[in-house]
């Protein structure tokens, strides 16, 4: 086995019955070919078994066969009855990094339409200006009413102005 050191986490693959299939066939033309590495499998092989003649494996006493079970039990129920928001799927995407992001985009967010909004509120007039242009508004659609009698007025003015230029000469 000295020779083959990259064969032995293999020879301990194999011993604890973990080896692939296709590990499995190369590790066992390489045992029909290496007597070194055959001999120290027969002898790990012999190891274990007297390991496990000598020292069993030890059991559980039935309170911790119990506390073992009830723990369990209420692990994989609580999986189950667990609120959306702590469910394990989320929480592999929500970090409190993100979540720090967003509060700080939020915070900015509001932060510029608080400013705008108080930035339109210093362009509030006074009411006296108010006053003002409503008055000027009033006039105005006063004399659009109006304009249709503005230009019969206009139309006698100069009728009058040609009739007394005529009268004038007569």
Known sequence: ?????HWQETL???VYGELGL??????????????????ERKRLIHLLENVKEVMPEPSLSRESARALHTA???KL???HHRAWWRNPFLAEYIKPMHVAAVCGMLVVAFG?????GI???????????????ENMIAKNIDILENLDLLEEMDTLEKLDQVVGRKNATI
């Open 119 to 133: 930035q339109q509120a210093r362009t509030v007039k006074i009411a006296s200006d108010v006053g003002v242009e």
């Open 72 to 74: 369990i039990t209420e």
């Open 12 to 14: 301990w693959l194999e």
């Open 112 to 116: 510029w339409f608080g400013v705008k």
């Open 22 to 39: 296709e590990e499995q066939l190369k590790w066992e033309n390489h045992l029909a070919t290496c007597k070194a590495c055959l001999q």
């Open 1 to 5: 086995m000295k020779n083959c050191r």
């Open 77 to 79: 129920t609580e999986k």
